[in-house]
């Protein structure tokens, strides 16, 4: 079965950081693209980050470039988002996504549980 | 960066109705374009791509069109599983970006 499960969330305070993984099962992790996608509290849905399949290309976007780092490791089949300098709106629900493509297509077939970040002193 | 904008951002509905969601977009995405469902606590879920092609395992009572600007979600006949909310996401260009979201609730 297609797996994803994410973990790492929690409390931090402004200005903090926080590393979230993703844990992938079920199918070939180093062929495909992955990402992050969030929902703030009733918003909707805010891609973040996608990395590709070897790790090599990385793409962000611009409400967290420069304090996000997105990477993989697929010899152990996890996708991780470091955060740091986080702010208030950083609050939000943190999805993991697999991309239909190696590269990154930029169609998510499928999602994680999602895991919770709370910014706030 | 490219603005989706959905319509309607709440639609009520009965069981057997035929529903239709609409999806525009700020510039031409040819047809590079998702539809996901979500549900509250849930993992959301890839219904469509290239704007019309049918996602395995999907029911075929979901079907997209559109290309361009202007996309639709249509489902043809509603059932309780389908009570939710809809995304449409452009994937033409980075960013990618989602529409605000349609919320089908029970009538």
């Known amino acids: 079965e297609v797996q994803l499960l994410e973990s790492g969330g929690g409390l931090v305070q402004p200005g903090g950081s926080l590393r979230l993984s993703c844990a992938a099962s079920?199918?070939?992790?180093?062929?495909?693209?992955m990402a992050w996608v969030r929902q703030a509290p009733g918003k909707g849905l805010e891609w973040v980050s996608s990395?590709?399949?070897?790790?090599?290309?990385?793409y962000f976007a611009d409400s967290v470039k420069g304090r996000f780092t997105i990477s993989r490791d697929n010899s152990e089949n996890t996708l991780y988002l470091q955060t740091n300098s986080l702010r208030a709106e950083d609050t939000a629900v943190y999805y993991c996504?697999?991309?239909?493509?190696?590269?990154?297509?930029?169609?998510?077939?499928?999602w994680g549980q999602g895991t919770k970040v709370t910014v706030s002193s | 960066d490219i603005q989706m904008t959905q319509s309607p951002s709440t639609l009520s509905a009965s069981v057997g109705d035929r529903v239709t969601i609409t999806c525009r977009a700020s510039q031409s995405i040819s047809d590079w374009l998702a539809w996901y469902q979500h549900k509250p606590g849930k993992a959301p879920k890839f219904l469509i791509y290239k704007a019309s092609s049918l996602e395995t395992g999907v029911p075929s009572r979901f079907s997209g069109s559109g290309s361009g600007t202007e996309f639709t979600l249509s489902i043809s006949s509603l059932q309780p599983d389908d009570f939710a909310t809809y995304y449409c996401?452009?994937?033409?260009?980075?960013?990618?970006?989602f529409g605000q979201g349609t919320k089908v609730e029970i009538k």
């Open positions: 996504a697999k991309d239909r493509g190696y590269r990154g297509s930029g169609a998510f077939d499928i």
């Open positions: 990395v590709s399949g070897s790790g090599d290309i990385t």
């Open positions: 996401q452009q994937y033409n260009s980075y960013p990618w970006t």
């Open positions: 079920g199918f070939t992790f180093r062929s495909y693209a």
